[in-house]
């Protein structure tokens, strides 16, 4: 979930105004086609993501009301929104003493009553490169254990993995030897190619929550989404740098309140930039995913720039990337971060 780095602030290209070359060309040439936007949006961390807030979802016990609660606000705001979505679970927060809980497996039981998919994110969010490959294999499978039986019940299985931390692999073999395991089990790899601090933003939200701060929770809400439409503009524009063409985006958040009181509105923004909501399936048929990902650093950076730097590109090809402002950061109460 972490980021290790938060690269610093630089001027995006993106955001630049139009040249007087580009208001030419667009008032004498022929209309260009709209490019085709879409995006699949990922939730990671179910059944509930919570990060220095004073209601964590327990180890023991009842999920706590307020939890449930916002969990049932994310639920209704994509149902309402009618995008798809697909949630990745971390199986261990189902379980205290070893069982799975019948509220816990509830709150999933409801995700796919909404009609929305579930995916393994291991166990227990390990750590591929702290851990090694056999114990993050294992880490799998127990989720697997867990999450294989609740899709049977519905006559599905789990087809997607997702890399706690976006961590593949400290080295080609590893990489190739986990996403050989994971085709031997069922599953693809699903990629992120928008990645964003949403989990940053969400620690100050859920500090605002325990506080009863209203006014800094408005002001958290007002400005969140303007940064997650930065982010979205920032890897269209870096798609269309390496690709030539904007791609079918797969976007990360996480299960947490600050996504439950804000995804009507950025589901509307998004709309009104034109893109579609599309499932993860149909972003990845998308050629672009074919392309070798041979990133074995630490950083959870996105996959538009892996393939850069597997075609050659420098590290500056990432430059520009937007960032959390440093009073978010600060409530949060996050580690700084540095370039
Ligand atoms: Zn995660």
Not at 112 to 136: I, S, W
Request: hydrophobic fraction near 45%; include cysteine.
């Amino acid at each position: 979930m972490k980021r290790l780095l938060q690269r610093a602030c630089m001027a995006c290209a993106c955001l630049l105004p139009f040249t007087a070359a580009m208001a030419q060309s667009a008032t004498t040439a022929t209309v260009a086609k709209p490019p085709d936007r879409r995006i699949a949006i990922t939730f990671d961390d179910l059944p509930w993501a919570t990060l220095d807030s004073n209601t964590p979802l327990p180890a023991h016990g009842t999920v706590p009301p307020r939890i449930a609660a916002e969990f049932t606000r994310l639920l209704q705001a994509i149902k309402n929104s009618g995008t798809p979505a697909i949630g990745f679970v971390n199986s261990a927060r189902l379980l205290v003493h070893g069982q799975p809980q019948p509220d816990r497996v509830g709150m999933l039981d409801a995700w796919l009553d909404a009609g929305l998919e579930l995916g393994n994110h291991t166990a227990t969010h390990v750590d591929l490169h702290a851990v090694g490959k056999q114990a993050f294999e294992n880490d799998i499978l127990a989720c697997d254990a867990v999450l294989r039986p609740l899709l049977a019940k519905r006559d599905l299985q789990p087809h997607w993995f997702r890399h706690p931390y976006l961590r593949t692999g400290r080295t080609l073999q590893d990489k190739a030897a986990i996403k050989t395991f994971l085709t031997r089990h069922g599953y693809r790899i699903a990629p992120v190619t928008i990645t964003d601090s949403d989990w940053i933003w969400a620690a100050a939200y859920a500090k605002a929550l325990d506080s009863g701060d209203t006014a800094m929770q408005a002001k958290l809400r007002a400005q969140y989404v303007p940064y997650l439409l930065r982010m979205v503009h920032y890897f269209e524009h870096r798609s269309t740098k390496l690709l030539g063409y904007a791609l079918p985006q797969v976007m990360l958040l996480h299960a947490n309140a600050l996504n439950a009181d804000t995804y009507a509105d950025f589901v509307s923004r998004l709309h009104a930039r034109g893109y579609r909501f599309v499932s993860l399936d149909e972003a990845m048929r998308d050629p672009a995913y074919q392309r070798a990902d041979t990133f074995t650093g630490a950083l959870g950076t996105s996959w538009i720039h892996r393939w850069a730097i597997a075609a050659g590109w420098s590290w500056k090809f990432y430059d520009g990337e937007p960032t959390s402002p440093k009073w978010v950061i600060d409530l949060a109460g996050v580690p700084a971060y540095s370039e």
